[in-house]
């Protein structure tokens, strides 16, 4: 059983497009996370939700809007999609002094 | 502020030599700091982590850290490089009492036959 999943492993789609990328953890977690990894491998955090709160949000663009429906569960909606958008985006789970286990991802691509 | 550096974008080693990845990390508090690996098209797998127990730490694939508070490092090190080996490693480090891994840039290993 895959611990931490998301769909969909790629996403094309064009400029001014609203998507969704989905995340479900099975490992029990209380926090979740978003990062996005840019062409050059540099991760970065979005944000956090612990137990459906949200605990860490980063400088992001407003257009990226995170949800949790539960604690298992960690969307990402994006509006008005643009090219720099463009990205590889993991969702993880886990506490931050045990280490984090990774989806692995779901890569963007904004035509 | 915590951050964490890692020296070299590219290390390259012949199969069976000893694999050397440095992490050099600040912190104000004593750190919880990882080593992650990501495979082509993968997502990152946990390698090691240390949490303030042992300062040498073990962990899959036959790697190992050393955690040196004199020096700020926690580097990376595999007696004899594989060729599955090849892959991006990151360095993290919690940051301060929050939630938050604060990643470095990342190092590619380059195997050679």
């Known amino acids: 059983d895959t611990a931490v999943s998301q769909t969909p492993k790629y996403l094309v789609t064009q400029m001014g497009n609203d998507k969704s990328i989905k995340c479900e953890q099975n490992l029990g977690h209380d926090t979740m996370y978003w990062y996005k990894q840019d062409s050059k491998k540099f991760l970065k955090i979005m944000f956090s939700?612990?137990?459906?709160?949200?605990?860490i949000n980063e400088t992001v663009p407003n257009r990226f809007s995170p949800k949790s429906p539960d604690k298992a569960h960690l969307n990402l909606h994006i509006n008005s999609l643009e090219l720099g958008d463009s990205a590889v985006y993991f969702c993880a789970s886990g506490q931050s002094n045990y280490g984090y286990t990774f989806g692995s991802g779901t890569r963007l691509t904004v035509v | 502020a915590q951050s964490v550096t890692q020296l070299g974008s590219h290390v390259s080693v012949s199969e069976g030599a000893l694999v050397l990845l440095r992490c050099n990390y600040s912190?104000?508090?004593?750190?919880?700091l990882f080593w992650y690996v990501q495979y082509p098209n993968q997502g990152l797998q946990l390698l090691l982590k240390y949490t303030s127990a042992a300062t040498l730490v073990k962990g899959i694939n036959g790697f190992e850290a050393e955690f040196k508070k004199s020096e700020t490092s926690f580097h990376l090190t595999k007696p004899s490089a594989h060729m599955s080996d090849a892959a991006e490693y990151f360095c993290?480090?919690?940051?301060?009492?929050?939630?938050?891994?604060?990643f470095g840039s990342g190092t590619r290993l380059l195997v050679r036959p």
């Open positions: 939700y612990n137990n459906k709160e949200l605990i």
């Open positions: 993290a480090v919690r940051m301060d009492s929050s939630y938050k891994l604060i």
């Open positions: 912190s104000s508090v004593p750190p919880y």
